[in-house]
């Protein structure tokens, strides 16, 4: 980062510190740590419900769903799609849960506006700044991935777009890069988390299930990363992962998850930073 960038962030953040962003009633950023958790993507009705539930049930604040994939073989499981429009409607209203998703092109904006309550932005897409100027158009908070080979100030950057339009309520997510290493799926970069915490006012979450890609070291980097002061992880769960039709490998069952949350919460208590509760 040169001397200009550097400028630019320290200047952003200190007009405004303390920036918050609100999904319903749960506050990103703010005193509290976030959860959201749920299966890669929505595989069906009742898969949806049960998986809410137990999220819920172990204290996740939100529901992580894919309902577009893009997955690196065009022949792998693609996402419901259009098809998972009306089960979610019937789950959310159930559930009570608010609704994380990703959209992969501006046409489904207006899709899916009314029961995706945070609009995800995936590392595929972090670069493609049409996408982003068309969601920050619209009053919906944004989670932005860090793409999966961009610098920190390209991330950092690629949140203007979304600005542009007059959408503030951005969340940054590190959800680990490329390198030349190839025994974890990704290498998770805690450098980025404690750098975009400390250079924007934006709330920065976590993602260590696509970070590292293997779900039984899950919990650790979620445990580091609210140690170093993340405002938030979002994690993958399924009932039974390794049946899973998208990243079960990385996916957390409810027992594993359970186990995590009530872990997070000692070390959160040291930290001084309560899991937040609704
Ligand atoms: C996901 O959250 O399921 C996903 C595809 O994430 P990413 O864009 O970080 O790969
Ligand atoms: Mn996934």
């Not at 073989?73 to 608010?98: H, R």
């Not at 170093?228 to 027992?255: C, F, T, W």
Request: net charge neutral; proline share 4%.
């Amino acid at each position: 980062m040169d001397a200009t960038n550097s400028m630019q962030t320290d200047e952003m953040k200190s007009k405004n510190p303390t920036r918050t962003v609100k999904v319903g009633n749960v506050i990103i950023g703010g005193p509290e740590f976030t959860v959201i958790a749920g299966p890669c993507s929505i595989e069906s009705k009742d898969h949806f419900y049960e998986t809410s539930m137990a999220v819920k049930k172990s204290g996740a604040n939100l529901v992580r769903a894919g309902i577009w994939k893009l997955r690196t073989s065009a022949d792998a499981f693609q996402g419901l799609g259009q098809n998972a429009f009306d089960l979610i409607k019937e789950v959310k209203k159930q559930t009570g849960m608010l609704l994380v998703s990703e959209i992969t092109d501006p046409r489904q904006i207006s899709d899916v506006f009314d029961f995706v309550d945070m609009f995800q932005i995936g590392a595929r897409n972090m670069h493609n700044y049409s996408l982003l100027k068309e969601v920050g158009l619209v009053k919906k908070p944004i989670l932005l991935k860090r793409g999966f080979a961009a610098f920190i100030d390209e991330w950092i950057k690629a949140t203007e777009y979304i600005r542009m339009g007059g959408n503030e309520d951005i969340v940054l997510c590190e959800r680990g890069i490329r390198t030349f290493e190839t025994a974890t799926r990704n290498t998770f970069d805690l450098n980025a988390v404690v750098y975009a915490k400390a250079k924007t006012n934006l709330p920065v979450l976590v993602d260590p299930s696509h970070a590292i890609g293997l779900r039984e070291f899950v919990p650790q980097l979620t445990y580091a990363s609210a140690a170093a002061g993340a405002d938030g992880v979002i994690v993958e769960v399924h009932p039974d992962p390794d049946k899973a039709m998208s990243d079960g490998r990385q996916s957390l069952n409810y027992a594993t998850f359970d186990d995590m949350m009530r872990k997070l919460e000692k070390i959160l208590d040291v930290i001084g930073r309560p899991l937040q509760k609704l």
